[in-house]
């Protein structure tokens, strides 16, 4: 089946600082790729996904590609925000038989400081 | 109101009782699943269905069980609860009908087994 291994955290940035956490995948093909945002108190949602190689997914100030060449799919924020504080998921979905269920990171917990 | 509705939000129960935690969902849609949070451990997939005739065990199925009553209703028991089962449980749903599976989660249930 499918996995992913995910940066560890916690990670402590400043605001304003750049933003990357690393996920790196093995996987049956080449699924579509997610990252989940957990804030606090609150369930996962998701962030952002690409449903291709090269393709690039992007919401709210964050983009990650997704990389055949080197199977990641890293998470990248320009200017992070206090709010942006949360817990980050990487997930690939697996797949097997026609059915999807999806293997998550560990998730990094990102504190942003003002 | 909530699409993915999870009770209780908190739970404090004893070694060895039966408890039952519930979801509920009005995205109409036909897969459900159940996840528990550990600190450290990211989320694990306890069980899932992809309808109401079909479940399915997940990475740690061990000390618990499900029941889909309806294809809006999937509760979660653990039949003797003991304290290393102390986790966050998440349920959440998605569409079979849509490519990329995304999920969408409820805001979780805390159990505490003393």
């Known amino acids: 089946g499918n996995s992913v291994t995910q940066m560890e955290g916690p990670v402590t940035l400043s605001e304003e600082a750049f933003l990357t956490i690393n996920c790196t995948y093995t996987?049956?093909?080449?699924?579509?790729l997610f990252w989940y945002v957990q804030y606090p108190g609150e369930g996962l949602q998701l962030l952002l996904k690409?449903?291709?190689?090269?393709d690039k997914g992007s919401n709210k100030g964050f983009e990650a590609t997704y990389r055949k060449e080197t199977t990641s799919f890293h998470l990248e924020k320009g200017s992070v925000q206090v709010s942006d504080s949360a817990v980050y998921f990487c997930a690939p979905p697996e797949s097997g038989a026609g059915s999807y269920q999806l293997t998550f990171g560990k998730g990094t917990k990102l504190s942003v400081i003002p | 109101d909530a699409d993915v509705t999870q009770t209780p939000r908190n739970r404090i129960t004893k070694t060895g009782k039966r408890i039952m935690l519930e979801c509920s969902q009005t995205?109409?849609?036909?897969?459900m699943y159940w996840y528990r949070q550990d600190p450290g451990l990211g989320l694990r997939l306890i069980y899932y269905?992809?309808?109401?005739?079909?479940?399915n065990k997940g990475e740690i199925s061990d000390g618990y069980s499900v029941s889909r009553q309806a294809q809006a209703k999937f509760s979660l028991s653990l039949e003797s609860a003991i304290p290393n089962q102390t986790a966050l449980y998440f349920c959440a749903t998605s569409d079979s009908r849509n490519l990329d599976e995304k999920l969408f989660f409820g805001s979780g249930t805390q159990l505490s087994v003393l």
């Open positions: 995205k109409g849609h036909d897969r």
């Open positions: 690409a449903t291709k190689a090269d």
């Open positions: 269905s992809f309808d109401v005739k079909d479940i």
């Open positions: 996987a049956t093909g080449y699924p579509s």
